[in-house]
């Protein structure tokens, strides 16, 4: 997978912009405020995920615009792709000329995988972070994990809804039977896949930690349940998972929320036994971050035998010169684009086989 050209129109503020990339390690070189983060997310945007950053689609529209374009030729599954991206209100993407009904038929199309420093939250902030995570991660390289989550967003809404109508009304109490039995199935795959995910992110995201901090420190990662029995297997899971919304019924009918299931759990990561969250330095949080992302993309060549798209926005600072080094030199065959604000970072890594991109 490599970005041969990308052409941006009244994209944030990048108004007319033709960018040629490199093969290889590309580094986006300026001053706050010139658009390098904005660069990242429009190449992003290819992938058919949202931005990292805004919500509404119109967001990236350049002030006072009516709509962005955004044009890419890349090259991916043996041959050059173009596509583009038409923003209004919504985006609207085609693929060789022709329109797409969503984003997510641009998954597999396009692959990439994103650091920037909003996933610092990954290691530093709550659940839903690390769940946003796994979740994105499993949805591109398999589609149909997205929309086994649209659904079961969409029963948990529906299941929240009847617990306050049985509040007042406890003859709806009757209805829950179908939204538990909906979601125990539903959660039961989006657990399942994701137990299964942990384990080969695990793999490769201690061995690039390792590396990244000379072994200094060691991973972990261990995927934790909540509020329900230790379960393996999409069988087992379902059938925990209905036993445990049935024990919280009465609970959750006086809370008026659905308090287990797939939407509340979680995985820690420690470093040497340590809550990387609790305990981890700045550069440490980071290094965790980073070698979680570097693991997703070894999952996706390892998988779909091409590789990613690798795009690091601001990923030098509070790395030590080691810690940087790594992350330049140890993309074979990979295409990577990096942001950063100073030069005195390009001149340390200059021996490396770098084109650079000034803003
Ligand atoms: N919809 C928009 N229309 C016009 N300009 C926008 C829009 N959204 C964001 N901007 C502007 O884009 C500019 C560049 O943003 P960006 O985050 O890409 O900068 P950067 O080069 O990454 O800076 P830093 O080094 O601080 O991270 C900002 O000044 C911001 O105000
Ligand atoms: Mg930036």
Known sequence: MKVLSLKTEN???LAAKEYFPGGGVNIICGENGLGKTNLIESIWLFTGCRSFRS????DVVRFDCDEARLKMEFFSGNRNKEAEIR??????ITLNGIALPSGRKMMGEFTAVVFTPLHLAIVKEGPE??????????SQLRPNYAKTLLEYTKALAQRNATLRAARDNPAMLAMLDIWDMELAKKGAVIIDSRIAYLEALKAHACTVYDEISSGKETLGLTYKEYARDKARGKKE???SLLKALYEKRESDVE???????AHREDFSIDLSGKSARLFGSQGQQRSAALSLKLAEANIISQVTAEEPVILLDDVFSELDPQRQKY???HFENRQVFITCCDEENISRIADLDVTVERL
């Open 237 to 239: 899971i379902a059938e």
């Open 327 to 329: 992350v330049v030199s």
């Open 129 to 138: 972070e690390r769940r946003k995570f796994i979740d994105i991660a499993i």
């Open 11 to 13: 994209y944030r503020n």
């Open 255 to 261: 809370r008026c929320i659905t308090s287990v299931g």
């Open 55 to 58: 919500v509404r689609d119109k």
């Open 87 to 92: 923003i209004d209100e919504k985006r609207h």
